[in-house]
């Protein structure tokens, strides 16, 4: 992978926000966000429908259809829908009460459902909390004692213990759910999802058995994961599928839906209101069980939080799922060009290396950061500029003359006066750019009155620890690796740096020199919004962790 040649790449139309992932490319077509870093769950789920194939030409049906809706269902709060009896052997909660037959929903992925399979008895994943190399999984789930791994596990669990099965079904309609699949099978058909039901000892019927994102082990090479919301379950749900839906099966935020049509109608009212009321960015998201919260592998998540908080994912999930093996895939490889191991381990040393950013800005920064040393205080913008230019003219110079190393006489590659007048002119733009976006960073309290940005490698530092992770859930990289790569930009991020404010100040000048074009717009509003919130937060890393 070659890197940025220096230009800015022009920003393509798109209706959609998308995860992003800061990527030194953008794909043509893709949508007004930086890749990787953007895409929300919920926008991923409402452009599922529109993204499954339609009928071919031999008139096949679609791979998966939208489930029969009946007219103006009732969605419905209580532990039974009206008129539907209690199925023999149904598993009971601890309160006594029966699992809500209502329906609840949020949206899926943009995968097609391939025809529904036989059942697989004990096909069922078993679940656990999410596992990180300061966290084990628990050898039985004791409810008296239980943790909630993240908020959406308490809500879930709240919702139960009271009964309220409106406010549990709400909460599912606002979180993604996560169903195993082969990864074998994924590979040879990455675009199609393949439920395997599991044979439930107390419902004594085929169930599917999906989790929330606290509830997914760690990625391992063999089951992956999809994830999508109940509406999409609601949508692409057939006649073959099984009767029941398990929502974190054996755990003690466990529920179980029937999957009848009438209750999947209510999946989808509960997933459009969802869609109508979600506004996911940025948030501060993270693993309570499962997760570091303290220590060097938490310092060096906290150094990608920015990208974290503005995709609204969980900044402390070391073994890292993010929106499931396919979409994790399908990002590295649109925003990166990333498509096998050895793509994934070259950009994640150029990133730790800091070289993906531009060393046009790393020689215009140093050159202001020399003279700051110099002088012992702040630089003058014309002075900066008089010294870029003459530094330039040496090096043209320089380049011109033959010189001897001990492998021999270095042939000169002298450059012609129009060339270097042509660099002196486009480092004086920079610079230009560069002290209108400080200016506006102070004005915004990403800068303190009188400092200034030294370097923008944290861009590249921040990013390297999201790549970690976005290796770990296309399954490029194994946890161990994953997560000595996210120590490795901690520890470099901590010597060049000397805060978290310094720290972001840093990344957003790279990200912004890169994506904004000094419109101030979307790239620019994005990262203050998270930075505040990072800044702010009592539950934040960044006020939690000391930077040395």
């Known amino acids: 992978m070659g890197l940025w040649n220096g230009e800015e790449p022009a920003k393509q139309g798109g209706s959609e926000p998308e995860r992003t992932a800061d990527g030194p490319v953008r794909s043509v077509g893709g949508p007004a966000r930086g890749v990787g870093e953007r895409e929300t769950l919920a926008a991923r789920d409402a452009s599922a429908a529109e993204a499954d194939p339609p009928t071919g030409s031999d008139g096949t049906p679609p791979r998966h259809a939208p489930a029969p809706r009946p007219a103006d269902p009732a969605p419905h709060t209580g532990p039974h829908a009206a008129g539907e009896p209690t199925p023999p052997g149904g598993p009971r909660l601890p309160d006594d009460r029966q699992p809500s037959d209502a329906p609840t929903a949020a949206d899926g992925p943009s995968l097609a459902r391939v025809g529904a399979r036989q059942p697989q008895p004990h096909a069922q994943p078993q679940p656990q909390p999410q ?6 999984p628990r050898a039985e789930w004791q409810s008296s004692a239980w943790q909630p791994p993240s908020a959406i596990e308490q809500e879930l669990y709240d919702a139960k213990t009271r009964g309220d099965w409106a406010r549990y079904v709400t909460a599912l309609a606002h979180t993604p759910l996560f169903v195993a ?38 990625p391992a090479e063999d089951p992956v994961f999809h994830s999508g919301s109940l509406g999409w379950y609601a949508r692409v749900w057939g006649p073959k599928d099984p009767p029941w839906l398990a929502v974190n099966p054996g755990s003690p935020c466990e529920a179980y ?68 093996y396919t979409a994790e895939r399908d990002r590295l490889s649109e925003w990166w060009g990333i498509t096998s191991r050895a793509d994934w381990q070259r950009t994640l ?18 050159i202001r950061r020399s003279l700051a040393l110099d002088f012992a205080g702040a630089v003058d913008v014309d002075h900066w500029r008089q010294v870029a230019e003459r530094a330039l003219w040496h090096n043209a110079a320089e380049a011109a003359e033959p010189r001897i190393t001990p492998d021999g006489v270095t042939v000169a590659q002298p450059r012609s006066d129009a ?20 200016a506006r960073f102070r004005a915004d309290g990403l800068l303190a009155d009188g400092r200034f940005v ?32 996210v120590l490795r930009a901690g520890r470099l991020s901590q010597a060049n740096y000397r805060s978290w404010a310094d720290f972001s100040a840093a990344y957003i000048l790279g990200r912004c020199l890169h ?15 998270a930075h505040r919130l990072l800044m702010s937060d009592p539950g934040s890393p960044w006020r939690n962790l000391p930077w040395k």
Request: hydrophobic residues 40%; negative net charge.
């Open 131 to 136: 596992v990180t190399a300061q966290s084990q």
């Open 181 to 218: 699949d082969s990864r074998e099978r994924v590979d040879a058909h990455p675009d199609t999802v393949v439920f395997t039901p599991y044979r439930d000892p107390r419902t004594r019927t085929d169930c599917l058995a999906v989790y929330t994102e606290g509830m997914l082990p760690a």
């Open 257 to 324: 839906f029937p999957t009848t049509p009438s209750h999947r109608a209510v999946w989808q009212q509960h997933a459009d209101r969802a869609a109508a009321t979600d506004a996911p960015h940025p948030q501060l998201r993270a693993l309570i069980v499962g997760g570091p919260l303290r220590g060097p592998v938490a310092h060096g998540l906290a150094c990608g939080a920015l990208l974290s908080v503005n995709n609204a994912e969980l900044w402390n999930a070391m073994a890292y799922h993010g929106g499931g």
């Open 349 to 366: 040393e150029l990133l730790l290396r800091a070289e993906m950013t531009s060393p046009v800005w790393e020689f215009t920064l140093g």
């Open 419 to 438: 060339e270097v007048r042509s660099q002196v002119a486009g480092v004086r733009r920079l610079i230009g750019r560069i002290t209108r976006y400080e």
């Open 454 to 485: 030294r370097s923008v490698e944290a861009w590249d530092y921040g990013r390297a620890s999201c790549m970690a992770r976005w290796g770990l859930g296309a399954r490029y990289c194994t946890l161990s690796e994953a997560e000595q790569a």
């Open 515 to 529: 994506f904004d074009e000094e419109e101030f717009g979307d790239w620019y509003e994005e990262m203050v919004a």
